[in-house]
């Protein structure tokens, strides 16, 4: 015992003269006397040394102990000495240093819906705009929901007071989806239609991790002959693969929207969890990315289109939901909350 308590005065010594930053001694401290250092593992076996051992290796210990705080308390004062000295020959530059610049960047959703729109131009699809205030009718009614039709509850918006205005119509809202560019496109192009609308929208939302009052939605618009389900099917995998990798596992499955017959949610394998079930799907194993499905013959005809000679597919995703999978982000709020800890991120 007399010769391990010696070795490590020898060896500590010898690191204490070698240490030359601050942060080394603290280290060096912490091996020492800090938990399971070996101070206190030494003194662990004291239990098994005789008496007459212990009056011998007791004061040994203690002045050892003693010996090496000392040497790492004079050790701290050299390299702090060391320290003053070398400030006081350092100069400070304040010119060109005044203010960090910032440089500012697309914010995460933008660069994502850039990234997602370059996919389907891609594939021959246009953007076009859709108005964010537009009314009952292009909003709801072209598509299928009359009012006091149940599925308005879905899409619970905020109403235009415009009672002080001449207006051809008073019933004026904020868009609640995307899908009031459908009748615009189906309108105002030739046949075939490859179009797709992204943009805000609002819903009157109760606000939590995954539903904002304002929003991003990303809608597709394919009408031509023999347009079919096999479509669909296959351009949800083919976007899906484009934003998260070819591991993405995809599934349709039916729902209900008035504007689609038959209607789908379009679903990607949790990719946090690979469809065992996690926080971030709620457990289920899939995550529903958008809602689709075949363009419901009243809504072509709307739009001035044959539903006897042409049929169609539309999509609605959900750009900030595919965004917060893609980066990981925990908080819908997250994107418009113009916080730039946030920001900085990307
Ligand atoms: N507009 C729907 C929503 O906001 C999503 C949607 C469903 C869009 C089916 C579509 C569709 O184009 O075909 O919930």
Known sequence: MEEKISQIKKEYLHKIQKASTLEQLDEIFIGLFGKNGEVDQLSRQFSTLSKDELKIVGPLFNQIKQELEQAIGNRRQVIKE???????NETFDIKGNEIKKRTGHMHPLTAFEEETAKIFNKLGFVQIDAPLIDTDYNNFEVLNIPENHPARDLWDTLYLDTTNYQLPTTKLLLRTHTSNSQIRALKS?????????????????????RHEHTFEQFEIVYVDHGVSMANLQYLSEYFLKAIFGSDIKVRLKPKYYPFVEPGVGVDGLCIFCKGKGCKVCGGIGWLELAGAGMIHPNVLKAGGVDPNEYSGIAWGFGPARMAM??????????????????????
Request: positive net charge.
């Open 82 to 88: 060391e320290i003053y000295k070398s400030l006081e």
């Open 189 to 209: 192009s030739k046949l075939p239609i490859r179009l797709m609308n992204i943009g805000r929208c609002f819903r009157y939302e109760n606000l939590d991790a």
């Open 325 to 346: 999978i893609k980066y990981g982000i925990e908080d819908i709020r997250l994107f418009n909350s113009g916080d730039l800890k946030f920001l900085e991120r990307f």
